[in-house]
Nanobody, 122 residues
Framework: QVQLVESGGGLVQAGGSLRLSCAVSGSIFSINTMYWYRQAPGKQPELVATITGGGSTNYADSVKGRFTISRDNAKNTVYLQMNSLKPEDTAVYYC????????????????WGQGTQVTVSS
């Protein structure tokens, strides 16, 4: 069974930092692109950052220069380093593997974590 578990969220003051982790169990291959999404109350989910199996990254304009996505394929873990946090960063953060190739499965499918709460106070 494939499972994604986020951790590292919490309460932080504006200007502070947090590092989120997404531990992936199961046989999701390292070629899969990994995603960080966030969702604030009353808003639609927002794509924050992506990283390909080869290490190429992309960021939303709202976080570029402040957030860094990385991955450690040997540890099956994806990270989101968040610096210079702002109150508008407050949201539940989700990691995901979309259209993921899994051993033993005939077709790609999506996998989502349960989310971790990030709250930034002013």
């Amino acid at each position: 069974q494939v499972q994604l578990v986020e951790s590292g969220g919490g309460l932080v003051q504006a200007g502070g930092s947090l590092r989120l982790s997404c531990a992936v169990s199961g046989s999701i291959f390292s070629i899969n692109t990994m995603y960080w999404y966030r969702q604030a109350p009353g808003k639609q989910p927002e794509l924050v950052a992506t990283i390909t199996g080869g290490g190429s990254t992309n960021y939303a304009d709202s976080v570029k220069g402040r957030f860094t996505i990385s991955r450690d394929n040997a540890k099956n873990t994806v990270y989101l380093q968040m610096n210079s946090l702002k109150p508008e960063d407050t949201a539940v953060y989700y990691c995901a593997a979309l259209r993921a190739v899994v051993a033993g499965q005939p077709f790609p499918k999506d996998y989502w974590g349960q989310g971790t709460q990030v709250t930034v106070s002013s």
